[in-house]
């Protein structure tokens, strides 16, 4: 869990983009991209399809 949230994190900073801007792209509060990035929880899966379309990253790769 903490593997998808590290990459989410660093693919979210490469793309110069804040929690905010992200949880706004894909309808989702700051604070559950936070939990999500800290390994506090885990998306859904619809989440993380839309975080990896958000971040142009196939969802295989997120999920690795």
């Known amino acids: 869990m903490r593997n998808i949230g590290r990459r989410i994190k660093i693919t979210r900073k490469q793309k110069q983009l804040t929690q905010l801007q992200l949880a706004q792209l894909i ?3 700051r604070s559950h991209i936070a939990k999500i990035e800290s390994g506090y929880t885990r998306g859904s899966i619809t989440v993380l399809k ?5 971040l142009d990253l196939p969802l295989v790769e997120l999920l690795k």
Do not use: C, F, P, Q
């Open 50 to 54: 839309k975080l990896a379309a958000a």
């Open 27 to 29: 309808g989702v509060d």
